[in-house]
C-alpha cells in the first residue's frame, strides 16, 4: 500500500486558522457505516446520536508550553554563545531528562551547555536521528512553572495566525496533573462542559484516559510503502476505573465511543482480541492502517486531517480507504474547516 493512496486534494483556505466560538457550534459530519449516509451536523447535534449506556473515552492530557528557546554557552568563557536553538520537549524519561527536537539539531552537540534563562539550563546528554536529543535540565524551583514563564505552546505548521487565547488549544477536560503533550488531542475541543454534563445526563458514561502526544504528530510519512512507517512510542496511562467501565461495556454489546486518534491508539494498544482493555501505563507506538481490525473501538469522533497521513491511514482502518476518500471529498465539496481547529466527525 502507498502513501499516495492516503492523497486528496485539499485548497488551503479550507485549512482553520483559528477556532470557532462556541467550541460546540463546530460543524459535525456524520457517517452511518450500517447505512452508508452522510449528514450534514453540527457538534451539538452528537447528543443525538448517543445511547444510554455508550461509553465515551477522550484524552485528559494538557498541552505543555513545550517550544523553549536556548543558547549554547561557550565552554571557555562561560558565556551564551547567542546562536539561537530551538527545542521541542517530545518525551519526559525523568524528573529532569526529556527527549526533545532540537532545530538546527547540528549546533546541539554531546557534552554542549544550553542557556535558557537564569532558572534554566541544560546538558545535552545524547542525540538520535532526526534531529533529537536528550536535554538533562537544571533548574530551580518547578519545572512547569519555569515553562509557563518561558516556553510556547507549539501550535502545528499549518497555523499562521497567532492564537490569542492559548486555552483554546486545551481541552474544557485537560487535567493540570496530566500535563505532557507537545499538541493537543483536537477532537475534544468541540467539547463544552454543558455538552458533557447533557451527554452524562443522557446515561452516557464519560471515561478519561491518557496519551501524551508527542512529536509523531508533526512528522510526515516519508516513505512511499506505508509499512515501512515508524510510529515514535508515545507515554499512555488507562486505570482500573476506566478499564472496569468499558470492560462491562464490551460484555454487554454496548458501544466504546472514542474522542481522537489518541484515544483509539491507547484503547487498540491495551485491548485483546476480543475488545477487552487492561488496565495498564506504558508507550505505545502502534500504528493502525489498512487492514488493521478494531478490537475495542466501536465509534469514533475525529476531525479531518492531513492527506497521506497516518491518522488518515487509521480512520480508512475504521472505514476503509475508499469511503475515507470519499468522505472527505464530501467535506471538501462543502466547504469544511480542516485540522486542528476545523470541524469534526462523528463515525458510527
Known amino acids: 500500500m502507498q502513501k499516495k493512496d492516503f492523497y486528496y486534494d485539499l485548497p488551503e483556505h479550507l485549512i482553520a486558522q483559528t477556532p470557532i466560538e ?73 524528573n529532569t531528562e526529556w527527549e526533545t527536537l532540537a532545530g538546527p539539531a547540528k549546533r546541539a552537540k554531546i557534552g554542549d551547555t544550553i542557556y535558557f534563562c537564569d532558572k534554566l539550563t541544560a546538558t545535552v546528554k545524547g542525540e538520535a536521528e532526526g534531529g533529537l536529543r536528550n536535554l538533562e535540565f537544571h533548574f530551580e524551583g518547578v519545572f512547569e512553572e519555569i515553562l509557563d514563564e518561558i516556553g510556547e505552546t507549539p501550535l502545528p505548521h499549518y497555523i499562521k495566525e497567532k492564537l490569542e487565547n492559548l486555552a483554546r488549544y486545551q481541552t474544557v477536560y485537560a487535567s493540570d496533573a496530566a500535563a505532557g503533550s507537545a499538541a493537543a488531542p483536537t477532537a475534544g475541543l468541540h467539547f463544552t462542559p454543558e455538552l458533557i454534563q447533557k451527554i452524562k445526563d443522557k446515561g452516557v458514561h464519560f471515561v478519561e484516559i491518557l496519551l501524551h502526544v508527542g512529536i509523531g504528530t508533526f512528522r510526515p510519512v516519508k516513505e512511499d510503502d506505508v509499512t515501512k512507517h515508524k510510529m515514535h512510542a508515545e507515554y499512555y496511562e488507562v486505570d482500573t476505573e476506566a478499564a472496569n467501565i468499558i470492560n462491562a461495556a464490551k460484555k454487554e454489546g454496548r458501544r466504546v465511543v472514542a474522542v481522537g486518534t489518541t484515544s483509539v491508539r491507547t484503547l487498540e494498544s491495551v485491548a485483546d482480541d476480543k475488545g477487552f482493555v487492561k488496565a495498564q501505563t506504558g508507550e505505545t507506538d502502534i500504528y493502525i492502517y489498512p487492514p488493521y481490525q478494531y478490537k475495542a473501538v466501536d465509534a469514533l469522533i475525529t476531525n479531518f486531517h492531513l492527506p497521506e497521513s497516518t491518522l488518515v491511514m487509521l480512520v480508512s482502518a475504521l472505514l476503509g480507504r475508499e469511503k475515507t476518500l470519499e468522505i472527505y471529498k464530501h467535506a471538501v465539496d462543502n466547504a469544511y474547516r480542516f485540522f486542528s481547529f476545523g470541524d469534526a466527525c462523528l463515525f458510527l
Do not use: C, W
Open 22 to 94: 462556541p467550541r460546540d457550534s463546530a460543524r459535525m459530519l456524520v457517517y452511518n457505516r450500517a447505512t452508508q449516509s452522510i449528514e450534514d451536523k453540527h457538534f451539538y447535534n452528537v447528543l443525538e446520536y448517543l445511547k444510554s449506556g455508550d461509553v465515551m473515552v477522550v484524552n485528559k492530557t494538557k498541552v505543555l508550553p513545550a517550544r523553549i528557546y536556548g543558547t549554547k554557552v561557550d565552554a571557555k568563557t562561560g558565556e551564551a554563545t547567542g546562536a539561537k536553538i530551538e527545542f521541542l520537549l517530545h518525551k519526559r524519561q525523568s
